[in-house]
């Protein structure tokens, strides 16, 4: 999603443009740059370039383009801005189409004010009708935030930037140049993530803290707060403009996993490195005192239920969470999508534990999800991969999944870990019930078997062949009872996001309810069955699709002896509670491999993004 990387210092435009790469990894489809120059346009061949490059008489430059950052970064090498401001943008479209046009920077009419901005505004048209005769060239409604600062200009540019701000609605991280102060970056943040930072001789502002250079004063935005950016010196004033002292952020770590090594895509190196990641993990909490530190055991003790969100991959992890919960600890738990809790009629039960499942620790809806809790009065914990993200600083406790950085936009490692964590867990909550620490160490140790398993199965080639049968479906379903119900749908998310095949996953039990009919000569269909209490019931529905012809593909564990099924994958020899860490890995790679013969790129699926920052 969208990304924000601005410089005040020494080669601004070079570094800020290293800076919007580091964003890549969060989806984009379009990048641009503003800089200060006063003699660009004289120097430059820019004709060849008319369309993408905005001069202004007052020193202001805009270079955009759609597409990969690498088509900006050809523009940029070819002319050579020289600067010592700059902002950059990475643009995930939500209003208007990916183009020039509507890429960031946008400008005010006469090009004094230009602005990069995260997040939604959601009263843009009203907005909009108040600039009476204005024209607009794009479609977004971050181009308002630059015409209302030009039109309500009064002289005072943070007062100027304050007005504008309390006029906006929705969610915003802004950055902000002002064509008259060229050693400045205005900064504003209401419920967009945002963090600024100052040596000697440099001024940071970006989007997203885990991409910020490492720098010596650190600041992480709380809401409703400016910040002036001066290389050396950063000034903070709440929205009556009192100047306000933040305290410098510490936690500052950079992770050093971004290299691809001997792997072709990000995405399979990740999968590769689930067993190391779920060892990592588990470490951090594989005694009662670790634990503890991070979830005091007077929470586990007042809990009487329990409710999970998150979206997406995440919330699959939270349906596994529901069962470890339930079988292990007998706790009621619910689970919920973020943004279909926000607008339920929850009813609130005193005592109930909200967990908070999230990869980036950004994704706007869940976030929203734990305000809400908060305001309900439950005691909220995320689990997160992403230390200081945003939710760590709205939650009660935090847990930290230690994958490591996810750089492929599919959910992987990330996924694995944060299941690993509910394993944790409910060894936690059945350690507290009956008084019995060494159950947390004991679970650690069989996660930790589980990883080395993982490791050990060599399955690429069975992967592999299966990619190639399946890479020319139109439609593919996936079926499984309780667990292996809440497996099929992350292993269909995984194959319709990076292959583009559409696949459903489906109770098995309720396939004949009305999905069955679907199901012909040509399509495959995965069975998963993992369980033996469930085996007669899931092979059953197996059987029914076969006998419609359905290419039947069964992942199972147990030992099968109908031969009517297309193909049989027999999983190693592991406890069936722990199956599901291990059978997701296929899965996970079925979907990688079927998206490299279809000719996509896994890594950065088309219309998705890392981490969904908007509602
Ligand atoms: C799918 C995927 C998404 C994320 C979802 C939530 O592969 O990655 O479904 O799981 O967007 O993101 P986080 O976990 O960052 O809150």
New binding site residues.
Partial sequence: MCGIYGIVGDKAVEKTLQGIKKLEYRGYDSAGISFFNYEFKLSTDIPKYLKNISCFKNGLNIIREEGDISKLEKIINSLKPKSKLAIGHTRWATHGKPSIANSHPHHSENGDWVVVHNGIIENYIELKQELKGLKFYSETDSEIVAKMLSYNFDGDVLNTIKNVCSRLNGSYALAILYAKNPNKIYVAKSNSPCVVGYSKDIGIVCSDISSIEKIENLYVLPNQTIAEVSAGNINFFDYNLNKIELSKFSGFTIDSSEELGKYSHFMLKEINEIPTAIEKTVVDYNTIEKIRKSLPKKVIKNTKEILII?????YHAGLMGKRLLEEVCGIKTDVDIASEFRYKNYVPHKNTLAIF???????AD?IKAVKLCKAYGLTTVAITNVKNSSICFEVDYCLYTNAGKEVA???TK?YNCQVAMFYLMAAYFKAVSIDQDNLIFEEAKQLVDVAKQIKSNKINNICMDIAREIKDSKSLYMIGRTVDYYLSLEAS??LK?ISYIHSEAYPAGELKHGTISLIDNDTFVFAFLTQKHLKDKTINNAVEVASRGGKVILFTNQKIENTNFYKIVNLPKLSEFYMPLLLVTYTQLIAYYTSVYLGNNPDKPRSLAK??TVE
């Fill in positions: 998150g979206c997406g991959t995440a499942v999230s990869q980036s620790g950004e994704t869940t936009v599919a959910s990330a998310l995984k996001e981490s969904v």
